[in-house]
Structures are given as structure tokens and as C-alpha cells.
């Protein structure tokens, strides 16, 4: 003979619960299939393994006897097939994060070979991209989460991920430095190298020139932050930059230094708002800032 184990673990459930409805219930199926299960198995015995009226259901002498037979063995296996489902989600344990391309190749590189030494059954997918390609990803489910400068959008979850400044990059001429801090004013008739306007802190630059009434002369606008920076390295301009950028200053010779007034700028997290984050992500998020804070700190 023949029997299923779905056949089984009806059995068991109707003897736990000694109802069918509520068996039924656990086994997510109707009460009238739970029957089909039940009969099916005493026609296969050949006797009945329950008594039942409109009241109660109870166990049979024969029932009782095949709950004692069966109980080890359906333990054994609903234990070991969990015991080889954990195994495999172990080895396929994976998250995915999606940022713009900058960030995406000097920041989180580093990030994620030093989350994976501590974490080395966990896979860490990058994906690099404009900020609507980004988005597409997270509707989609395609990413866990992603950080940048994101505006409020319906669906998406959005928070508060890490707080950047906007500094002054100047060539280092080899001069002793004076002082950390400059003052937007002293940017005046100054040669300027942007980025151009679709950054969005390039627009939050351009807005604090005008709140200030600052003129530079705009000598060059550039599509890539390291260019920007190359620009300032040969002594062709100055530039602002976000604090993050500091990260693809250390090598050059370029001098940072912090700007006054403090504008800053905000890097949001933003995920799919209909999915909950797997734990492993939120691990790798709160990991990333405290990576990203020793970074632009120089540590």
C-alpha cells in the first residue's frame, strides 16, 4: 500500500484538533477535501481511524494505534526537510542594492568586500544606474533597497539614509593650510567647474550661489564628478562638491574643505513600500552608513 504524506499529515491534524474544520484550516484546504484525504486513507487500510458524529471526532482503538506508528516518522521527516530547506537558503542568501554609478563604483565596492568578509554566505548584488532606472528596479521588486538623492514618489518607502555637506575642492599647491573652512563668499569671480544641472546637488549649488548673490566665472561643465575634480587637480578651477566626494579626493592633490554656511545635502534609502526588507538588508544598510560616516571622516 500506498500512502502520501499529505494523506498523513491530515491524519495527524484531525487527531490534534479533533475537529475538521480547524484541521482543515492548517492544512489550508476545505473541509470537504479533508474528508477526501480521510477516506481515502481508511479505504486504503481498510479500517476506520475515527469515530464521528455531529459533535466529536475522536480516534479509533486501530487510529490510535497508527497515530503511536506514524508520529516518529512524520516528525522526522517535517524535521528534516526544514533542516535541508534552511541549508539551502543559507547557500542562497542574497540581497540586492541599486545606486547611482559614482557611488556605485567608489563606494560600495569596498563596502560590500568588507561586509562579505564577516558575511561570507552572503551575496551582495550591485546594480548601477540613473536615478529613474533605479526606481523601475525597486517598483519591480528587483532590488531590496537603493540610496541616492530620491524625491517622494507613490509606493516608494523613503528615508533618511545619510547626511552629506557641500564642500570647496581646490588644487593643493603645497602651502601649509590656514584654515578647514571657507567661506562661500570667497568663491566670488572665482573659476567655477560644474556639473551640469540634472545633479541634483549641482541644482542646490547653483540655488546657494543665487541665495548669496555670489558671481563665479563658469569656465567648464562636466558630466562626471572624478572629471570635475581632474579639472581642479591641474589648477583650472575650484569646485563644490558633496562631502562624499572626498572619498576620490584622498590620492589627488586636491585640498577639501568644509563651506559656510553648512548646506547639506540629503541621501535617502528607498525600497518597494508593499515588501518588507529581508533582515540581511537591513544589516548591509546600517553597516553601509556606518562605512560611509568612517570614509568621508578619513578613517
Given at each position: 500500500?500506498?500512502?502520501?504524506?499529505?494523506?498523513?499529515?491530515?491524519?495527524?491534524?484531525?487527531?490534534?484538533?479533533?475537529?475538521?474544520?480547524r484541521?482543515?484550516?492548517a492544512?489550508?484546504?476545505?473541509?470537504?477535501g479533508?474528508s477526501?484525504?480521510?477516506r481515502?486513507?481508511?479505504r486504503?487500510?481498510?479500517?476506520r481511524?475515527?469515530d464521528?458524529?455531529?459533535r466529536q471526532?475522536s480516534?479509533t482503538?486501530?487510529?490510535?494505534?497508527?497515530l503511536?506508528?506514524?508520529?516518529p516518522a512524520?516528525?522526522?521527516l517535517e524535521?528534516g526537510?526544514?533542516?535541508?530547506?534552511?541549508?539551502?537558503k543559507?547557500?542562497?542568501r542574497?540581497?540586492?542594492?541599486?545606486?547611482?554609478?559614482?557611488?556605485?563604483?567608489?563606494?560600495?565596492?569596498?563596502?560590500?568586500?568588507?561586509?562579505?568578509?564577516r558575511?561570507?554566505?552572503?551575496?551582495?548584488q550591485?546594480?548601477?544606474?540613473n536615478?529613474?532606472?533605479?526606481?523601475?528596479?525597486?517598483?519591480?521588486?528587483?532590488?531590496d533597497?537603493?540610496?541616492?538623492?530620491?524625491?517622494?514618489?507613490p509606493?516608494?518607502k523613503?528615508?533618511p539614509f545619510f547626511?552629506?555637506?557641500?564642500?570647496?575642492?581646490?588644487?593643493d599647491?603645497g602651502?601649509?593650510?590656514r584654515?578647514?573652512?571657507?567661506?562661500?563668499g570667497?568663491l566670488?569671480?572665482?573659476?567655477?567647474?560644474?556639473?551640469t544641472?540634472?545633479?541634483?546637488?549641482?541644482?542646490?549649488?547653483?540655488k546657494?550661489?543665487?541665495?548669496m548673490?555670489?558671481?563665479?566665472?563658469?569656465?567648464?561643465?562636466v558630466n562626471?564628478?572624478?572629471?570635475?575634480?581632474g579639472?581642479?587637480?591641474?589648477?583650472?578651477?575650484?569646485a563644490?562638491?558633496?562631502?562624499f566626494?572626498?572619498?576620490?579626493s584622498r590620492?589627488?592633490k586636491?585640498?577639501?574643505?568644509?563651506?559656510?554656511?553648512l548646506?547639506t545635502?540629503?541621501?535617502?534609502?528607498?525600497?518597494?513600500?508593499g515588501?518588507k526588507?529581508?533582515p540581511?538588508?537591513?544589516?548591509?544598510?546600517?553597516?553601509?552608513?556606518?562605512?560611509?560616516?568612517?570614509?568621508?571622516?578619513?578613517?
Amino acid at each position: 500500500m500506498e500512502y502520501s504524506s499529505r494523506q498523513l499529515r491530515a491524519f495527524h491534524l484531525v487527531a490534534q484538533h479533533r475537529n475538521f474544520t480547524r484541521a482543515a484550516e492548517a492544512l489550508f484546504i476545505t473541509t470537504s477535501g479533508l474528508s477526501v484525504l480521510i477516506r481515502e486513507l481508511e479505504r486504503q487500510l481498510g479500517f476506520r481511524i475515527f469515530d464521528r458524529t455531529t459533535r466529536q471526532v475522536s480516534l479509533t482503538a486501530q487510529g490510535s494505534e497508527l497515530l503511536a506508528v506514524t508520529q516518529p516518522a512524520l516528525n522526522a521527516l517535517e524535521t528534516g526537510i526544514s533542516r535541508i530547506e534552511q541549508t539551502v537558503k543559507k547557500k542562497n542568501r542574497r540581497i540586492s542594492i541599486g545606486t547611482t554609478p559614482w557611488f556605485a563604483a567608489h563606494v560600495l565596492p569596498p563596502a560590500i568586500k568588507e561586509f562579505r568578509d564577516r558575511h561570507p554566505d552572503l551575496e551582495v548584488q550591485l546594480f548601477d544606474g540613473n536615478l529613474r532606472a533605479i526606481i523601475k528596479r525597486v517598483e519591480a521588486n528587483k532590488l531590496d533597497f537603493a540610496v541616492g538623492i530620491f524625491d517622494r514618489m507613490p509606493g516608494i518607502k523613503r528615508v533618511p539614509f545619510f547626511r552629506f555637506s557641500l564642500m570647496l575642492a581646490r588644487q593643493d599647491d603645497g602651502r601649509p593650510i590656514r584654515h578647514s573652512t571657507d567661506h562661500w563668499g570667497e568663491l566670488r569671480d572665482e573659476t567655477l567647474i560644474s556639473l551640469t544641472k540634472d545633479y541634483p546637488h549641482e541644482q542646490l549649488i547653483r540655488k546657494q550661489l543665487v541665495k548669496m548673490q555670489i558671481a563665479c566665472k563658469r569656465r567648464q561643465t562636466v558630466n562626471l564628478l572624478d572629471t570635475q575634480i581632474g579639472l581642479v587637480e591641474a589648477g583650472l578651477g575650484i569646485a563644490v562638491i558633496p562631502s562624499f566626494g572626498v572619498m576620490a579626493s584622498r590620492d589627488r592633490k586636491v585640498r577639501i574643505t568644509q563651506l559656510d554656511p553648512l548646506v547639506t545635502l540629503e541621501f535617502y534609502e528607498v525600497s518597494n513600500r508593499g515588501r518588507k526588507l529581508p533582515p540581511e538588508a537591513i544589516e548591509f544598510g546600517g553597516f553601509l552608513k556606518t562605512y560611509i560616516a568612517r570614509r568621508v571622516a578619513g578613517k
